[in-house]
């Protein structure tokens, strides 16, 4: 999990300071009614820029709506690939997180690429009985190593790496100071949230937009060396559709755009012909098994789930 619990956050991302805390009411983010429509199918692709070199890209998708123990969740997924071209980055992860309507994190699963292995995580909540479940594995080619399978007490709800990115969608338009749980690296943690409930002026792919700002600060290390300072721009509609962020991670300072996306109407906030019909370029993803693949003379080992609720 090192690698990842915020590249989820990493899009609400990086100014660094709990701010202007005294014009802003303290939020509970138990209870904060989320201002937000989810849409399954929604499929939205992001770059991320060192300076000038684009290091990898980000794609989220709302996979379905199903239940986990009755209760109504979607389905959210993550794909996070480094550029093929840097020597120095080797990321090819993928993450799962079941967020309910509460936009609480009800279950996650991450499987994260080693040198030699694929780190699995799973964790599964029971809000009923405030208990989570979390087991972890290693896997190997020909072995499979347990590294943590236990249950521990929750005093509230908490988040991880993908369900703070739908939960700073949704609260997006709301004013106020926010301290949110978050479960990262088998410990307890938070994200502090800066609420504006007001637009601010950015310019995303050629375009200047009036879009809903937030920033805030990460108590903890996330995916991808992710730390500290994070903000973010949210398109106005009732999707929230984050557009433009900055964060701070292992290699610096780095800046994610929007390039493409599917399930979203972008008329109401783009004008631009240009950004009204970019064409959809699918990725090819494998499934079920363990692919042996070869890139730049490497041999490598990578792992992709069936496409239906393991919950």
Not at 70 to 94: A, E, K, M, Q, W
Not at 245 to 271: C, H, M, Q
Not at 294 to 308: A, I, N, R, S, Y
Request: charged fraction near 25%; proline fraction near 5%; hydrophobic fraction near 40%.
């Amino acid at each position: 999990m090192k690698r990842f619990t915020l590249l989820l956050v990493w899009f609400i991302v990086s100014s660094g300071f709990w701010a202007n805390t005294d014009a802003q009411p303290e939020l509970d983010p138990q209870t904060l009614q989320p201002i937000f429509k989810w849409r399954v199918g929604e499929d939205l692709v992001y770059k991320v820029k060192w300076s000038f070199l684009t290091i990898g890209t980000l794609r989220f998708r709302v996979v379905e709506k199903t239940e986990i123990n009755g209760y109504p969740v979607y389905r959210c997924r993550l794909h996070i690939d480094s550029n093929p071209d840097l020597l120095f980055l080797n990321i090819h992860d993928l993450y799962e997180s079941y967020v309910g309507e509460d936009m609480f994190s009800h279950a996650f699963e991450s499987w994260e690429r080693r040198s030699d292995h694929i780190l699995y995580t799973r964790y599964q909540m029971d809000y009923s009985r405030m208990k989570m479940h979390i087991f972890m594995q290693k896997w190997f080619p020909a072995d499979t190593v347990t590294m943590v399978d236990s249950v521990i007490t929750l005093h509230t709800k908490v988040q991880e790496g993908i369900s703070i990115f739908y939960y700073a969608r949704a609260m997006a338009k709301h004013k106020g100071r926010l301290a949110i749980p978050v479960w990262a690296y088998l410990k307890f943690s938070n994200a502090k949230m800066n609420l504006y409930g007001s637009t601010r002026q950015t310019s995303v792919r050629g375009e200047k937009l009036n879009l809903y700002y937030l920033d805030g600060n990460l108590k903890f290390v996330g995916i991808a060396g992710l730390r500290e300072g994070f903000k973010g721009w949210f398109s106005p509609d009732s999707q929230s559709v984050p557009l433009k962020s900055y964060l701070k991670a292992f290699i610096g300072n780095v800046k994610v755009e929007i390039e493409r996306w599917r399930g979203w109407d972008a008329r109401g906030v783009f004008t631009k012909p240009e950004n009204l019909s970019i064409p959809w370029k699918e990725e090819p993803v494998a499934s079920g098994k363990f692919l042996p693949f070869t890139k730049k003379g490497l041999k490598d080992w990578f792992f992709v789930p069936e496409p239906q609720s393991g919950f």
